[in-house]
């Protein structure tokens, strides 16, 4: 992955929903058994678990998977 996602935050709100940020914009809202599941995950690699909860993890490197032998012709 070359560069580590930054600019993530989360608050978990008393209801139990917790609210995925980045760089001050809403960028997810997880509810439930997604949220249980997400602060478990979370103390790991807060970053890049948060970027992979968003689906912000794959950006900057589609170029280089479009080059891959696999992906040509």
């Known amino acids: 992955m070359g560069q580590a996602a930054q600019g993530f935050r989360y608050v978990e709100r008393g209801d139990g929903t917790v609210i995925i940020t980045h760089h001050g914009r809403v960028a997810g809202t997880l509810r439930g058994g997604r949220a249980a599941q997400f602060l478990a995950e979370v103390d790991d690699d807060p970053?890049?678990?948060?970027?992979?909860?968003?689906?912000?993890?794959r950006h900057g490197n589609e170029r280089t998977a479009r080059q891959h032998p696999r992906n040509r012709g």
């Open 47 to 57: 970053q890049l678990t948060m970027a992979r909860w968003t689906g912000n993890y």
